[in-house]
């Protein structure tokens, strides 16, 4: 076990999830975290009990609102429900001080597991503008996604969700089953002629490798989803509820393991007839670097001798074979939230093509389209 990550360290990532993520967007956390940033006290229980990771911010704030779940009575689920517009703060110190072992157990044994099925807005027209592309090469085979850590595979049930590409008021493009019980909602940033999701080939196959599957149909599993959905935030409760009701009708095929070990044989189990698309949407972040470029070098790998596409959604800092993206390519508002770089690694008779066709808020609300056409091959030897 490695030791306590230190209170500098913690309360930096405090400071940086308030003002990069919860800022104008989760009032509820923006307090907690802030307030939490400048209590050494409630600092050093959490590093007490908390082996070193670099998203402990993040698994505290998940761990802690487990138990306000499983209390509805208290007065910060009713804060949390949004039913209360007391100051959380008061009521948060005294759970996390009083109940440190609890969450210390919780934040040994579970991972962050967002599951945000809001990014599914983002992976259709992702994975369309890949369909585009093996049509323009002659490649019409329907589509198999694999995701690496789908948690409860929420975001494998994409193209059975209903969503909307907006610009204002306009519906731009929409895409999926208008009858599906999970509507989402994208607003487009960027002036770039957004295609949609012109050309989708069909998704024959879903499934994931995860060290810890969330089993939607155990309750506790299932709650601890709903511990990982910031409070405060309109509709993501809603929509993450429809999806797992969706989900228990049809579970996808997901797997325990792990992306570096397991991916391979994976990959080579899908039948040449089908296309396979690796994804990845914010689980390279936990991973340790040396884990994200193994992962990238076993497409490479695979890639030479098979067609395939890796489609990430990603802090650009973590998938440093995506070309960078010029700041003045940003539309305004693309600064809300830690962008997100949906990237595409395509392999195709041999031939790689890397390009980044969009830049998204971490949970899907918005999308700035940036480009369809990946570029020419790039040389391997």
Known sequence: MSAAIPIDELRAQFIELADQDFAGYCPIYD??????SGDT?????ITEHRPGSTRTAVL???ATHDLVLQDPGSGLAAIYRGDSDADPWPEFRALLLGRAADIATTMRTRTTQTNE????ANLLAVYASVSRALTRHGDDRPLSIIEIGPSAGLNLLADRFHVEYVRGDSIVSSAGRSTSPVHLRCELLSDTHFPGVTGMHEIVGRGGVDPAP??????????WLRACVWPGVPDRPERLAAAIDLARQ????LLRGDAVADLGEILRSVPDDVFPIVTSTWVLAYLPREDRTQVCALIDEIG???DLAFVTGEAASVTPWIPPIDAERLPPGAEEGTPTVFGVRLWLGGQSRTWAP????????????LEDEPPTEEPHG
Not at 117 to 120: L, P
Not at 250 to 253: G, K, Q, T
């Open 304 to 306: 030479a001798s098979r």
């Open 358 to 369: 969009a830049v998204c808020h971490p949970h899907g609300r918005w999308m700035a389209w």
């Open 41 to 45: 006290d409630a600092l050093a229980c």
């Open 60 to 62: 505290l704030l998940g």
């Open 250 to 253: 049809d579970p996808p095929r």
């Open 31 to 36: 307090r907690l975290a802030r307030a939490l």
């Open 117 to 120: 099925v809001g990014r599914s």
């Open 214 to 223: 969330v089993d939607i149909t155990d309750p506790a599993d299932a709650r």
